[in-house]
């Protein structure tokens, strides 16, 4: 069975760094795009950026334009999101999920890990 399972969550201060994982299991991850979305309390989720199956961000919501990127080790099965700069609003479940490339529409998803930034 497909599944994902981020890691590397916690609580952090603004301006800090943080990295945070998605393991891919029961599924070659290289085979898909993979997107890492947030959500926020009382807000609706969003997604903060795509990667495809050979390693090219295809897209990064603004506001973590320059401070937020994704990279994936499809050898390890494993897609990252090296958070950079954090602020107060980027606290959020961030979450992983898998597309097949050609749809738009994400079938597997992980759990979320939860990003706290204090100010």
């Known amino acids: 069975q497909a599944q994902l399972v981020e890691s590397g969550g916690g609580l952090v201060q603004a301006g800090d760094s943080l990295r945070i994982s998605c393991a891919a299991s029961?599924?070659?991850?290289?085979?898909?795009?993979m997107g890492w979305f947030r959500q926020a309390p009382g807000k609706e989720r969003e997604r903060v950026g795509t990667?495809?199956?050979?390693?090219?961000?295809?897209a990064v919501v603004d506001s973590v334009k320059g401070r937020f990127t994704i990279s994936r080790d499809n050898f390890k099965n494993m897609v990252y999101l090296q958070m950079n700069s954090l602020k107060p609003e980027d606290t959020a479940v961030y979450y992983c999920?898998?597309?097949?490339?050609?749809?738009?529409?994400?079938?597997?998803w992980g759990q979320g890990t939860q990003v706290i930034v204090s100010s």
């Open positions: 999920a898998a597309r097949v490339s050609s749809r738009s529409t994400y079938h597997v």
């Open positions: 029961g599924m070659s991850a290289s085979r898909y795009a």
């Open positions: 990667i495809n199956e050979s390693g090219s961000i295809i």
